[in-house]
């Protein structure tokens, strides 16, 4: 079993940055992909960035490449999405998510339960 704590979330003026973290409890966390989703009020949960236990590979969706940048420090059960130049459209409910033993962050095992991010134009 894994609980994931998400942190770091607030409320920040367009052009403005953040750093969210997911501190992960459990054993075994180098060998979880780690990642994050969100949901914006009134639409589906999408995926956002995903990395590999050893970070050898990192994913991003579309709309947030080039402004987010994930991170993992497996010392410390950790996973960071430092977001930059952020819109008045990444303001949404970050999720952290996890899954044991993959490479592609599908379906995840399990999940955070959250960190509000809104972006005032």
């Known amino acids: 079993q894994a609980q994931l704590v998400e942190s770091g979330g607030g409320l920040v003026q367009a052009g403005g940055s953040l750093r969210l973290s997911c501190a992960a409890s459990?054993?075994?966390?180098?060998?979880?992909?780690m990642g994050w989703f969100r949901q914006a009020p009134g639409k589906e949960r999408e995926f956002v960035s995903s990395?590999?236990?050893?970070?050898?590979?990192?994913k991003y969706s579309d709309s947030v490449k080039g402004r987010f940048t994930i991170s993992r420090d497996n010392a410390k059960n950790t996973v960071y999405l430092q977001v930059n130049s952020l819109k008045p459209e990444d303001t949404a409910v970050y999720f952290c998510?996890?899954?044991?033993?993959?490479?592609?962050?599908?379906?995840?095992?399990?999940w955070g339960q959250g960190t509000s991010v809104t972006v005032s134009s």
């Open positions: 459990g054993r075994n966390f180098r060998f979880y992909v």
């Open positions: 998510a996890a899954k044991y033993g993959s490479n592609q962050l599908l379906n995840p095992d399990y």
């Open positions: 990395i590999t236990g050893g970070g050898s590979i990192i």
